[in-house]
């Protein structure tokens, strides 16, 4: 079994693959102070609440935007299943040509996310996670990583304005029924959630004015169902995607008895470096394919 880790800013999210079929999927949060020892046992101990014993997994995959836990993650997946996981990174293989300034400025589960995206739908794509940040991605028609926007995520600006002012509480993250708020529990919320919806709304048309009018919206992240009911912008919402990613990297960089890919030529770079664009065999692959999970 594959165990794939996506350690976000809020929550790490696992996932454990039999196959291609994930089988579960773990949330814990996210907490610096913890030791290796303490994830281990919490791990451990999730898994088999899981019925999964720890002979089962025999690799692993990690994309991390919490550099503090990534090395924690690596120990436990040695200490736990004896297996050093993959972790995505420059120079790791993702079959993703990126069309960034600076490549390896790009957040490794938005790469992650957009290699999952481009296998399991058409391109163009926007693909929108709404968790701690509120994260757009473009992939054009010729399956490349154009780049995104990033704005603060729901629960960071819900945050923010309880801890910066005197008189507004946290409020329960649910729509209101009209936008014009009657007391300050509805205002809060129609701000936060009737505004989130327009700033995703009016921003997803932005991509499109730029990829194409026919560019799929994919929506994840563990607050995309919060938002989805207000923003009617989605052809698919799959909040595993980030898992997906993490297995399809996994399965490319495993080593393959008879290549089909071309060697690279002198100046080629691969991950989170410019690709020469048409040379990705997986690339290729996922252009045909939309199942429209």
Known sequence: MLL??????TNVTIGVFEGERLATTIRMVTDTRRVMDEYVLLLLNLLKLHDIERQQIDSACICSVVPPLTGVFEEACRTCFNVTPLVVSAGVRTGLPILYDNPRDVG????????????????PLIVVDLGTATV???????????????????????????LNTSQLRRVELTA?????????????QSGLLL???????????????????DARVIGTGGLVRVIAEEAKVFDAINPDLTLIGLRLIYEMNQPRSNPSKPPLQKGDKEGFSPSRRGTEGSQEESRGRSTGR
């Open 176 to 188: 209101p029924k009209k936008a014009i708020g009657h007391n300050t529990v509805t205002a809060i």
């Open 136 to 162: 757009f991605d473009a992939v054009s028609r010729q399956g490349e990583y154009l780049g995104g926007a990033i704005a603060p995520g729901i629960n960071l600006a819900a945050e923010a304005l309880f």
């Open 4 to 9: 794939t880790v996506d350690i976000g800013n």
């Open 108 to 123: 490794a589960d938005r790469i992650v996310d957009a290699v999952a995206a481009l296998r399991l739908y058409q391109p």
């Open 195 to 213: 505004g989130y919806a327009s700033l995703i709304t009016g921003m997803v048309q932005r991509f499109k004015d730029e990829i194409g009018q």
